[in-house]
């Protein structure tokens, strides 16, 4: 997942600050999602992932899916013509928006230890929603860079 966020930000880098801030966020949730996972199988109880970290990994996810919904997709619905072909991929971003929803739902207010065994099953159910969802945000990434090179071979001809 790293690797492909790096070439998302060596392609689409620069092009805005928004993207870019987005794209940092995604690498820094990746990051934490690994940490929790790496967890998974702790050799003792002091390497059970902490609370305020689950904690933080939900608002971060959370914020995350929230600047692409209403900041990078705005932007990128404005900039794109064919909104048809860019609506359906946020048509296809609902089903990761909702599990994701439904795990902050569920995990942002972990209070008790017990709860870890049922969170760390369900890691690997955001591991799968986030790879889906990646793959898809690239694509409206991809329209949007299209668009853009589109407009400049139509002012430069």
């Known amino acids: 997942m790293l690797t ?9 880098g620069g092009a805005s600050q928004v993207i870019d801030n987005w794209l940092a966020a995604r690498s820094q949730l990746i990051v934490e999602y690994c940490q929790l996972v790496g967890q998974k199988q702790p050799k003792s109880a002091q390497k059970l992932p902490q ?13 995350y899916v929230s600047t ?16 048809r ?8 971003l609902a089903p990761t928006t909702e599990t994701i ?4 739902d569920q995990y942002v207010e972990i209070s008790d230890l017990s709860e870890l065994n049922e969170f760390i099953d369900t890691l690997g159910v955001i591991g799968e929603s986030l790879e889906n969802r990646f793959t898809v945000e690239d694509k409206l990434l991809a329209e949007l860079y299209q668009h853009v090179v589109d407009e400049k071979a139509q002012a430069n001809p």
Do not use: M, N, S, T
Request: hydrophobic content about 35%; some cysteine.
């Open 101 to 104: 929803v439904d795990f902050y």
């Open 4 to 12: 492909r966020v790096a070439q998302a930000q060596q392609r689409w």
């Open 51 to 63: 609370i305020e970290q689950i904690q933080h990994f939900c608002h971060h996810l959370v914020d």
């Open 85 to 92: 072909r860019v609506h359906g991929y946020i048509h296809q």
């Open 68 to 83: 692409g919904h209403f900041g990078v997709f705005d932007q990128i619905i404005e900039d794109c013509q064919d909104y």
